[in-house]
C-alpha cells in the first residue's frame, strides 16, 4: 500500500485510541443560556450547567463542578481518606434542592481521588475529582467548564462568579426552595489575601476573591463549588471554593483553591476525554504587587515557607474545619456536681442510636461523620439501613430544632478479647454548631485519680431531660492495667450504653471509656465491671466501676477513622493520636457496607478499535 495510506490508516487509529485530546476544549464553558452581566440571587435556570450537588442520602452537603462527561472536580475538605463511595449522588443539571427539577440526571461515584499533598490543617491542594459511575450526556442545562490551565494570572480586582446553594449568612441557611445561589465577588490578590489571613496561612496554591468591605462571599454549603471567569464565549473555572473566616466578613475574602496549579495532575488522572483547559491572562497592572504588611517578603520575592496554621479560618462546608478539631463544648460551663442537663448543647457529641425508630443505644460523635459506641449495641442487628443516628436532640422526645438525623451507611465493629466498640459510619456529616460537636478520643495519657468526669443518661420519658452524673476517677487498687480507668459507681440504663465516660483536661474533653451495661455484675444495670478493694486496716472501701480505656482499641479506631482528631490549638495539650504510632499487628474488624459499581466502558469504541487494529496489517 502506498506511504499516503499507511500515514491514514496510523493517523485514523492514533484519532480512535485518543479521541478526548480536544474533545472538551471544543465544548467546555459554553452556557448558551446565561446572559448574565451583573450580580443577581437565584441564578436562572441552565446559567451554571456544569455546577453539580453532591449529596449523601437526601442531603446537599458540597458542590462541585462538571469538566468532562464522567468527571467532577470538588474540593478535597469535603471527603476524609477514608471516604467511601456508598450513598454518594452527584446531581447535574439541578436547580432547586426542594421539589422538581426536569433537567437533571444524577449519577452515582464508583471513586473518590483526593489530592494525595491535601492537608486537612491548612488546605493546602484541597483538590479531589471524582468518577462517576456512567457518561452524561450534555444539553443546554448540562456542560462541562473549562479549566484555568498552567500558567493562567488572576490579578486583583477580576471580576470572577461563584455559584451554590449554600448558606446565605453565617448560620442561615438557604430558604426554600433552595434555588441555585450566584454571587459575583472580585479576585483579592494573593498579597493583600495573606495579609488578612496569615503570611503562611495563603500558599501558591490558593486564590482569593470577595469585596473589602464584605457582603459578597461563598458560605457553608457552597464548598467544591466553582469560581469561574468568562473569556470571550467560554466560561474558565479559576479556583475551588474551599475556606474564608465566616461568611462575606470584611477584610477577609474568600480562599479558593487555584486550580491552575493542578493542570498536570488532573490531566494525570484522567487519561481519556480530558478536560478542556484554557489560559486565562489577566491585562493591564497587577495593583496587588503594591500591597505590604508585616512579614510579607516584598514583591517578586517568594517563600517555600510551608504555611503553619489557618486557625481563625473556617470552610465554606461545614462549619467545623478548617481542621476539624474535638473536644470543645461552647454552650457546657459545668465544673462540679451532677444535675439535670438544663443547658441545650452541654454535651453536644453526645448521639441516640435507633433501631428501625426505636431507642437502643447511645454514643458519641468523633469526627466529621462517624460515631463511636459499643459492640454489645449491635446484637441484634448490624445492617447499617435499620439504623439511624440523631444528635443534637435535647431532650429526647420534644421538637429539638438544632438535631439532625442521619442514615448509616457502615458499621465496624472491633474484634478484641472481652468487651468490644464499634464505629458507625453516617452516610452525609452533619453541619456542625454549638449544638454538634466531636469529642476528642483519649489516646493512652494518664487521667490523674480525683479527676472529675461526667456519664450522661438518656431518660426515655417524655418531656424529661437527660441526666448527667459526675464520677471521679479513683485508683483501681489490684486490678490497675494500662487499659483500664475506675471511677466512682453510678446506674445507667439500656439505652445509656455506649455513651461517653468524658474527663475534661487542659480545656478539652476527652472520651475516656465507652460505657457498657453488664449483665453480670450484682446491679445489672451498672455500667461495666465492679470490684470491691481494701484498705491498710481491712475496711471494704466503696465498690469502684472499672472500664476498659478507649485507648485500648487505638490500632482499630486509627485503621476505621483514618487520622484522629485533635483539640483546637489554643488548647495546651493535644492528643496527638494522629502522629503516634500503631503497632505492627493490625487491629482485625468486621465490616457491615454495601460496595459501589464499577464503571461501564464504551462498548462502541471499543468495537471501532478493534475494527481498526484488525485492518491496519492489511494496509500496511
Given at each position: 500500500m502506498t506511504a499516503s495510506c499507511k500515514l491514514l490508516c496510523a493517523?485514523?487509529?492514533?484519532?480512535?485510541?485518543?479521541?478526548?485530546?480536544?474533545?472538551?476544549?471544543?465544548?467546555?464553558?459554553?452556557?448558551?443560556?446565561?446572559?448574565?452581566?451583573?450580580?443577581?440571587?437565584?441564578?436562572?435556570?441552565?446559567?451554571?450547567?456544569?455546577q453539580a450537588s453532591l449529596h449523601r442520602g437526601n442531603t446537599h452537603f458540597c458542590g462541585g463542578s462538571l469538566i468532562n462527561s464522567d468527571w467532577v472536580l470538588t474540593a478535597a475538605h469535603c471527603f476524609s481518606r477514608s471516604s467511601g463511595t456508598s450513598g454518594l449522588v452527584v446531581y447535574l443539571g439541578r436547580q432547586n434542592q426542594e421539589g422538581t427539577n426536569v433537567n437533571e440526571v444524577l449519577r452515582t461515584v464508583t471513586e473518590i481521588i483526593l489530592h494525595p499533598?491535601?492537608?486537612?490543617?491548612?488546605?493546602?491542594?484541597?483538590?479531589?475529582?471524582?468518577?462517576?459511575?456512567?457518561?452524561?450526556?450534555?444539553?443546554?442545562?448540562?456542560?462541562?467548564?473549562?479549566l484555568a490551565a498552567s500558567g493562567s494570572t488572576y490579578f486583583n480586582g477580576t471580576t470572577t462568579w461563584v455559584t451554590g446553594w449554600g448558606n446565605i449568612r453565617s448560620g442561615v441557611p438557604l430558604p426554600p426552595p433552595k434555588a441555585l445561589q450566584e454571587v459575583d465577588v472580585p479576585i483579592t490578590g494573593r498579597r493583600e489575601c495573606a495579609c488578612s489571613y496569615g503570611v503562611e496561612a495563603i500558599t501558591d496554591n490558593m486564590i482569593c476573591a470577595g469585596l473589602r468591605a464584605g457582603g459578597k462571599d461563598s458560605c457553608q454549603g457552597d464548598s467544591g463549588g466553582p469560581l469561574v471567569t468568562k473569556k470571550g464565549n467560554r466560561w474558565i473555572q479559576g479556583g475551588i471554593v474551599s475556606f474564608g473566616r465566616g461568611c462575606a466578613m470584611a477584610e477577609f475574602p474568600g480562599v479558593y483553591t487555584k486550580v491552575s496549579m493542578y493542570d498536570s495532575w488532573i490531566k494525570s488522572k484522567i487519561i481519556s476525554n480530558q478536560p478542556g483547559f484554557v489560559v486565562f491572562k489577566s491585562t493591564g497592572t497587577d495593583s496587588d504587587s503594591s500591597v505590604s504588611c508585616a512579614g510579607l517578603p516584598p514583591a517578586g520575592i517568594t517563600t517555600t515557607t510551608a504555611p503553619t496554621t489557618t486557625q481563625t479560618t473556617t470552610p465554606a462546608h461545614l462549619t467545623f474545619l478548617p481542621a476539624v478539631t474535638c473536644g470543645n463544648a461552647?454552650?457546657?460551663?459545668?465544673?462540679?456536681?451532677?444535675?439535670?442537663?438544663?443547658?441545650?448543647?452541654?454535651?453536644?457529641?453526645?448521639?441516640?442510636?435507633?433501631?428501625?425508630?426505636?431507642?437502643?443505644?447511645?454514643?458519641?460523635?468523633?469526627?466529621e461523620n462517624s460515631v463511636l459506641s459499643s459492640a454489645d449495641c449491635f446484637s441484634r442487628s448490624t445492617t447499617p439501613s435499620e439504623w439511624t443516628v440523631i444528635l443534637g436532640r435535647f431532650p429526647q422526645t420534644f421538637l429539638n430544632p438544632f438535631e439532625t438525623s442521619s442514615q448509616v451507611?457502615?458499621?465496624t465493629l472491633s474484634n478484641l478479647s472481652g468487651k468490644n466498640v464499634a464505629v458507625l459510619t453516617l452516610t452525609s456529616p452533619p453541619t456542625l454548631s454549638n449544638h454538634i460537636q466531636p469529642i476528642c478520643i483519649d489516646n493512652g495519657r494518664a487521667i490523674p485519680v480525683g479527676t472529675k468526669c461526667y456519664v450522661t443518661g438518656q431518660s426515655s420519658g417524655e418531656g424529661q431531660a437527660q441526666q448527667e452524673i459526675q464520677a471521679s476517677v479513683v485508683d483501681c487498687g489490684s486490678t490497675s492495667s494500662n487499659s483500664s480507668i475506675c471511677t466512682t459507681t453510678f446506674t445507667l440504663e439500656q439505652a445509656d450504653a455506649g455513651g461517653p465516660l468524658m474527663c475534661k483536661l487542659d480545656n478539652t474533653w476527652f472520651q475516656a471509656a465507652v460505657l457498657t451495661v453488664s449483665t453480670s455484675s450484682t446491679n445489672s444495670t451498672n455500667s461495666t465491671n465492679?470490684?470491691?478493694?481494701?484498705?491498710?486496716?481491712?475496711?471494704?472501701?466503696?465498690?469502684?466501676?472499672?472500664?476498659?480505656?478507649v485507648s485500648r482499641f487505638k490500632n482499630f479506631l486509627t485503621a476505621t477513622l483514618g487520622t484522629l482528631l485533635s483539640p483546637s490549638s489554643n488548647s495546651s495539650n493535644s492528643s496527638n493520636s494522629s502522629n503516634s504510632s500503631t503497632n505492627a499487628t493490625s487491629a482485625t474488624s468486621t465490616t457491615t457496607t454495601s460496595t459501589a459499581s464499577s464503571s461501564p466502558y464504551s462498548l462502541l469504541s471499543f468495537v471501532l478499535h478493534?475494527?481498526?487494529?484488525?485492518?491496519?496489517?492489511?494496509?500496511l
Open positions: 493517523a485514523t487509529l492514533l484519532a480512535l485510541l485518543t479521541p478526548e485530546s480536544h474533545s472538551q476544549a471544543n465544548v467546555c464553558g459554553k452556557a448558551s443560556l446565561n446572559t448574565r452581566i451583573v450580580g443577581g440571587i437565584n441564578a436562572p435556570d441552565g446559567n451554571w450547567p456544569w499533598d491535601y492537608d486537612a490543617e491548612t488546605f493546602n491542594n484541597d483538590v479531589c475529582l471524582l468518577k462517576l459511575s456512567s457518561t452524561v450526556n450534555f444539553t443546554n442545562f448540562i456542560v462541562p467548564v473549562c461552647p454552650l457546657n460551663s459545668r465544673l462540679v456536681g451532677g444535675s439535670d442537663v438544663t443547658v441545650e448543647g452541654s454535651w453536644p457529641w453526645l448521639a441516640s442510636l435507633q433501631m428501625n425508630g426505636t431507642l437502643v443505644c447511645a454514643g458519641t460523635l468523633v469526627n451507611s457502615n458499621i465492679s470490684t470491691n478493694s481494701t484498705n491498710s486496716t481491712g475496711r471494704v472501701k466503696e465498690v469502684v466501676m472499672i472500664h476498659d480505656k478493534l475494527i481498526i487494529v484488525s485492518m491496519c496489517p492489511f494496509f
